[in-house]
């Protein structure tokens, strides 16, 4: 294995889905890379969590301006290498790309050739699943490249 592509996004447990990444990696002397998926802007507008991994820049955005596109790539840039310092290795590579989140993921990870594909799962469950969806699910259902999918349910449940 050379490349361990890890999905993160701003929820609180993407700091568990990036060291258990993390640690994949090095334990197979592989190259990391941090990805960031954005959205449509209007997905943003009701975001607020609280400091990850040392980020703690997120600001919502309440319209959608020509703008917003590029402050969200600068945030989702500054997200990453924020988690790249906290994972403490300057080698950690980083990319943000866009569109629907699955198929984002999966579309980065074929491009970068990455053999290996970290995500984690948010346990939504009833209505929440029906109007989100499950970006974990859509991912495993279509890749042809391997997960490793951390579950995050008991950190969710301790907060």
Same mark, same amino acid.
């Given at each position: 294995? @050379? ?12 700091? @568990? ?8 990696? =090095? ?45 969200? @790539? =600068? ?8 988690? =790249? %310092? ?66 995050? %349910? ?6």
């Amino acid at each position: 294995m @050379k490349k361990v592509l890890i999905a993160l996004d701003y929820d609180p447990t993407a700091q @568990k889905i990036a060291e258990a990444g993390y640690g994949l990696a =090095k334990a197979m002397n592989a190259r990391t890379i941090l990805l960031h998926v954005i959205s449509d802007p209007v997905y943003y507008s009701s975001l607020n969590y609280s400091p990850i991994m040392g980020f703690d820049g997120f600001n919502s955005i309440d319209t959608i301006q020509p703008e917003a596109a590029d402050e969200l @790539k =600068k945030t989702a840039q500054n997200f990453l290498e924020e988690s =790249k %310092k906290f994972l403490g290795d300057e080698s950690i590579e980083t990319v943000v790309s866009s569109g629907e989140f699955g198929d984002a993921i999966l579309e980065t990870a074929r491009k970068l050739n990455a053999d290996i594909i970290v995500l984690g799962t948010h346990g939504r469950r009833g209505l929440d699943k029906i109007l989100v969806g499950s970006v974990t699910e859509n991912v495993l259902r279509d890749s042809l490249i391997p997960l490793y999918i951390i579950p995050t %349910k008991g950190i969710q449940e301790n907060k």
